[in-house]
């Protein structure tokens, strides 16, 4: 059965949009119809079958978009199967370990019953927008630690969970 998925992230800079085109383009060589949109763009959850959301890390917040996605989506979000993911360490730790939810994200866990979460790392390179970014970049901290092929890995296995039809 082909099932429609959403996949929704809230980013500033790019980067998580980058992991969320990476999850979508995954889920429909897996046979899945996806759509893929900004957090803060989303009127309507109903129409899909199963939606992943994605935030950005900041400070130990997942992006506020993706905070306001959930909060305005709560019901729909709790009657289907829900995954999230975080992006953001800027060091290699999201690769070597699974790194536990933030507590904003453990409690929108809570709220939707979600099916799970995963953090990938981050990317902030020259040209980030916002006085923090800029001042990471200035000592040095930035650079670009996602892992895309860990990002396929569970893109595929959320494929297998939704019932998606698997190619071999």
Known sequence: MNR?????????????????ETVAAVLRKEGTTVDTAPAASVDDVTPYD????????YAGRWHKDARRFVRRHRRALSERPVWLFSSGPLDPSASERDIPPVP?????MAWIDAQEHVTFGGCLEEGADGFVARM?????????FRDFPAIERWAARVAREIGAPVKT
């Open 104 to 108: 904003g994200v453990r409690r929108v």
């Open 136 to 144: 990471i970049l200035r000592n040095g901290k930035g650079g670009d």
């Open 4 to 20: 429609k998925v959403l996949v929704a992230y809230g980013t500033t800079n790019g980067s998580t949009a980058r992991i969320a």
């Open 50 to 57: 199963a939606v992943v959301i994605g935030g950005a890390l």
